[in-house]
Nanobody
Framework: QVQLVESGGGLVQAGGSLRLSCAAS????????MGWFRQAPGKEREFVSA????????NYADSVKGRFTISRDNAKNAVYLQMNSLKPEDTAIYYC?????????????????WGQGTQVTVSS
């Protein structure tokens, strides 16, 4: 089992940057594919990005491709989401998630563990 805690959210102007962090506790962090999802008010939770066990494979939603970068540090049991060129439509609660397995999945129901979320607000 793994526990996840996100941090790094906040208020930023359009065009700005934020770096989200997700700290994992528990055993075998390197056995989990990690993902970031987000949920805006009145909308369904949507996939943002995911990274494989070793970090060698990543996946991004089309809406963030070229602006966001996911990375992980297995020695620190952490996964990060660098968000650049932020837009007002990026405003949402961002969640970190973990799933066992080798495939970089993009579907929320495939993830077993979730953090509590961190709010990102981008002003225009």
């Amino acid at each position: 089992q793994v526990q996840l805690v996100e941090s790094g959210g906040g208020l930023v102007q359009a065009g700005g940057s934020l770096r989200l962090s997700c700290a994992a506790s528990g055993r075998s962090f390197s056995s989990y594919t990690m993902g970031w999802f987000r949920q805006a008010p009145g909308k369904e939770r949507e996939f943002v990005s995911a990274i494989s066990l070793s970090g060698g494979s990543t996946n991004y939603a089309d809406s963030v491709k070229g602006r966001f970068t996911i990375s992980r540090d297995n020695a620190k049991n952490a996964v990060y989401l660098q968000m650049n060129s932020l837009k007002p439509e990026d405003t949402a609660i961002y969640y970190c998630a973990a799933t066992r397995g080798l495939v970089v999945v993009t579907t929320a129901r495939r993830y077993d563990y979730w953090g509590q979320g961190t709010q990102v607000t981008v002003s225009s």
